[in-house]
């Protein structure tokens, strides 16, 4: 390198976090480091400090320097205390990067969403340009889960800053083609005082999983499979958030009807604020045939993520365009047959039609989705062709290194580049 490249990250949430927002900021850190750049974390403390797990103020990570920012300790499972701490975080971020010296640009996710602000306002302060990594696009996705009226004064000031924050970006990274066209109709259609050619480069680059970890694995030589039973079952299988935006409540009516089926488990791995209500769902019907487990280990993760044998993926209503659900990269980079319970114009449907990798069903329709449970078990041929399918798929669009070079192609034009 001819000089020393610099980036500095902001995300909530990072290394040893088990989020996927975290695990993808992870990955995107360590590997620009391991590239020769200088590279600095600021995130927050406030998971494993729940948990009693003593995380230090800085800390050195294969060659990333992490500086963690105190955190409150709201739930995140209860609205109050994510907006109390999505609030804190962004504020503290904000100043601890104002006092500072400025470290080559910034990087920044949407998680908490009020943060890519920060970026407007420390390159107007400070000249510090910045990137925006969009995985939740907010306030429009507050308002369609209902947490915020679209004729608020807040949400109409959260759109305008949102507005000058993305147009005063250096660039934009969107994770999918409805994210990108949502961004170019909201934010871009009519740009005020700039000419199209100034207007900062809006790139897809899909989020990944890394192949050689999440890979197909015989039941047989999965201990996972032993440790919790499944036998020769056929698992229906929900690994991730069980949060505000999954809706699962579809897949325990699922069961219901398939209750007096026994060589069918519906496994959900995970936490989240719709946990309780989905086992209390379960407990009141009687179900025998569901089985609920933590978030897995990192270390874990390539044997449950790849016990099952339909990978269910789910969003609500009402979000194509603001988020593309990270699932359907480790159903298919682990070979298994996907059940999309989606919009058809979300991301993940598209993904899993060109692939040929599933189904797509609306929530609503129950029988369908029992339907296709059934075809699925009964045709394990099918089945497993419907899962290589979607490796193979994976293999030539999701790999880790794929996005990887992405990434550098469009930092090194962006920032890099002799001129």
């Known amino acids: ?30 590997h620009f480091a391991q590239q020769g750049c200088e590279v600095e974390v600021y995130t927050n403390r406030a ?32 609205k109050k205390g994510r907006i109390v701490e999505a609030m804190a975080f962004t504020a503290l971020a904000f100043c601890a990067l104002f006092f500072r010296r400025r470290h080559g640009f910034l990087f920044i996710g949407t998680n908490p969403p009020f943060l890519p602000i920060i970026g407007y306002f420390l390159k107007v302060l400070r000249r510090w340009p910045y990137v925006v990594l969009l995985y939740d696009l907010h306030p429009q996705m507050s308002a369609r889960l209902g947490w915020m009226s679209e004729d608020s004064f807040f949400y109409k000031l959260w759109v305008r800053l949102n507005a000058r924050t ?32 100034d207007l900062p480069p809006m790139e897809i680059i899909h989020n990944w999983e890394d192949g050689e970890r999440i890979k197909p694995l015989p039941r047989e030589e999965n201990p996972f499979v032993g440790e919790h039973a499944f036998g020769d079952r056929f698992v229906v299988l929900y690994s991730g958030s069980i949060g505000l935006h999954h809706e699962l409540e579809c897949i ?76 359907i990269y480790s159903a298919l980079a682990s070979g298994t047959e996907v059940l999309g319970l989606v919009h058809p114009d979300t991301e993940v449907a598209a993904i899993i039609r060109e692939s040929d990798a599933g189904v797509v069903l609306d929530h609503s329709d129950v029988d369908g989705i029992v339907r296709a449970i059934r075809i699925s078990a009964d045709n394990r041929e099918q089945n497993a062709r419907k899962g290589a399918a979607g490796r193979l798929y994976f293999k030539e669009h999701f790999e880790k290194k794929i996005s990887m070079k992405a990434y550098e192609d469009l930092l090194g034009r962006v920032f890099w580049s002799e001129k």
């Not at 390198?1 to 927002?21: D, G, H, N, W």
């Not at 009519?190 to 199209?196: F, L």
Request: include cysteine; hydrophobic fraction near 35%.
């Open 252 to 327: 325990i009516e699922a069961a219901e009807k398939l209750r007096d089926q026994r060589e069918i488990l519906f496994v959900f791995i995970g936490e989240g604020a719709r946990k309780d209500k989905l086992q209390e769902m379960v407990r009141s019907k009687g179900l025998q045939n569901c089985l609920f487990l933590p978030y897995q280990p990192l270390d874990n993760l390539r044997y449950s993520l790849t016990s099952g044998d339909l990978y269910v993926i789910t969003q609500e209503r009402g979000l194509e365009g603001l988020i593309v659900s990270c699932k």
């Open 166 to 197: 993305y147009r005063s970006a250096d660039a934009l990274v969107p994770i999918g083609r409805c994210m990108q066209r949502f961004m170019k109709e909201t934010y871009f259609s009519k740009p005020k005082g700039k000419q199209k050619s």
């Open 1 to 30: 390198m001819t000089r020393q490249k610099r980036i500095t990250f902001v995300e909530l949430f990072f290394y040893p976090e088990v989020a996927s927002t975290g695990q993808y900021f992870t990955d995107l850190a360590v």
């Open 47 to 78: 998971e494993y400090l729940r948990e009693n797990q003593k995380l230090p103020k800085r800390e050195v990570y294969r060659g990333v320097t992490i500086h963690r920012l105190p955190a409150f300790g709201f739930s995140k499972d209860k």
